[in-house]
T-cell receptor
Framework: EAGVAQSPRYKIIEKRQSVAFWCNPI?????LYWYQQILGQGPKLLIQ????????DSQLPKDRFSAERLKGVDSTLKIQPAKLEDSAVYLC????????????FGQGTRLTVV | DQQVKQNSPSLSVQEGRISILNCDYT??????FLWYKKYPAEGPTFLIS?????DKNEDGRFTVFLNKSAKHLSLHIVPSQPGDSAVYFC????????????FGKGTHLIIQP
């Protein structure tokens, strides 16, 4: 079974530029998450989708971050404009719908803002 | 306010001995707890989980214990092997796991030969 796919693996941009990350979840997984992991911290939930609807985006900085999940499958996360403090690993995860199911993570995209 | 706390940033254990990783939480709504293992430059990998209706769950060398009254859980690895060297994250969720995960900061486990 293929895992969660993310691209790119690495990205370096200058502050105030824009960047986009792509995620393809495990086939059949209705729930998709984006997490931000800053160095030395645990992953922090940014947004959760159920199919193509947003379940939770309470921790998403909506003035600069946006995310969409078209057709309930692939998802993109965008940052515009980027700040130095956005340097982090952005992790996508997916899970089956239902109680007590674990989330499976992709390898992540390491973003460096200079 | 950290709702999931892993107070040991690192832990060194001799190969073959038991590794015990600890985690505390503050949110009483959490009812599903998971441990993830992470190697450098990879995403977290699911290890083991436990729901709040249980106090113990075993999977091979890995056992998770949950003490709800103390809001504490622990992961036991017996016997510890060199491949267990990684960062371990404790995570928690509410509503039977329907909510997104809240993670601790992680514990770096080092298995010494």
């Amino acid at each position: 079974e293929a895992g969660v796919a993310q691209s790119p693996r690495y990205k370096i941009i200058e502050k105030r530029q824009s960047v986009a990350f792509w995620c393809n979840p495990i086939s059949g997984h209705a729930t998709l998450y984006w997490y931000q992991q800053i160095l030395g911290q645990g992953p922090k939930l940014l947004i959760q989708f159920q199919n193509n609807g947003v379940v939770d985006d309470s921790q998403l900085p909506k003035d600069r971050f946006s995310a969409e999940r078209l057709k309930g499958v692939d998802s993109t996360l965008k940052i515009q404009p980027a700040k130095l403090e956005d340097s982090a690993v952005y992790l996508c995860a997916s899970s089956l719908t239902g109680a007590y199911t674990e989330a499976f993570f992709g390898q992540g995209t390491r973003l460096t803002v200079v | 306010d950290q709702q999931v706390k892993q107070n040991s940033p690192s832990l060194s254990v001799q190969e073959g001995r038991i590794s015990i990783l600890n985690c505390d939480y503050t949110n009483s709504m959490f009812d599903y707890f998971l441990w993830y293992k992470k190697y450098p430059a990879e995403g977290p990998t699911f290890l083991i989980s436990i729901s709040s209706i249980k106090d113990k769950n075993e999977d091979g060398r890995f056992t998770v214990f949950l003490n709800k009254s103390a809001k504490h859980l622990s992961l036991h690895i017996v016997p510890s092997q060199p491949g267990d060297s990684a960062v371990y994250f404790c995570a928690a969720s509410a509503r039977g796991g329907a909510d997104g995960l809240t993670f601790g900061k992680g514990t770096h486990l080092i298995i010494q030969p």
